[in-house]
């Protein structure tokens, strides 16, 4: 099967530094794959890195077969690779449901001013906003403005906005940040369920118990190498891993990363 991502020697480099060294990472199709480290691991670097926002020093990226290199930021998308941020970037003048509409349908330059005063949008666009707010759990609140939401809703406009564009695959920057445990939960279940609709998911996040129990295998970032790979039982038990995470002493006691079990 030919995996629907596959970097190869993903390696950036600022300052002198790599913050990503040769980096290795595939994605099957239908699979969900995520990716965890500490703070400064390299994590986001490697999604700007995958979705042409920040240049590669040497490597390799093809999606869905096509290399995708070079390619610019906004043409990955349109070919179904889309992302989340972990700072979001919301119109907050503007509903939730608009948020999403413009993000939807992207404007050029001659149909600009049409676009600021629309009132209608095609019926397939429409119908894509209706099931993305459904996906996670915003319809109710399509029509307040960002502001007077929580922070947690607030990240999940941003997840909403991602699927509006019904990827092939969709990679999330940190989704569960500022979610309660309840929210936490409820993202798991509609995260595990977007395979049923055909997008693979690619997940970072330090929710480590929604990471090991949405996830059907993982790799493990530290210092911009990946360290450890394999399924969430098999990362849980690995040294490296703990090590990576609490230090060597942690590691010598055989912390529990969590209680999640994989899929």
Sequence with gaps: MTPILDAQGVTVTYGGVNANDHVDLSIDEGQFVGLIGANGAGKTTFVDAITGFTPLSD????FDGNDITRMEPHKRAKSGLVRTFQQLELFDDLSVRANLLVACEPSKLLSMPRDIFRRTWPAEIEDRID???DKVG???LATML???????QRKLVGVARALAARPRLVLLDEPAAGLDATESADLAGTLRGLLDDGIS???IDHD???????CDYLYVLDFGRIVAKGTPAEIRRNPAVIAAYLGDSAA?????LGEGEGH
């Design 201 to 203: 998911v690619f997940l």
């Design 146 to 152: 960002p502001e007077d939401l929580s922070h947690g």
């Design 131 to 133: 099931w993305a707010l």
């Design 252 to 256: 010598d006691g055989g912390v529990d």
């Design 59 to 62: 490597g390799a990226i093809q």
């Design 138 to 140: 915003l319809t109710d």
């Design 208 to 214: 480590m118990g929604l990471v090991l129990a949405v």
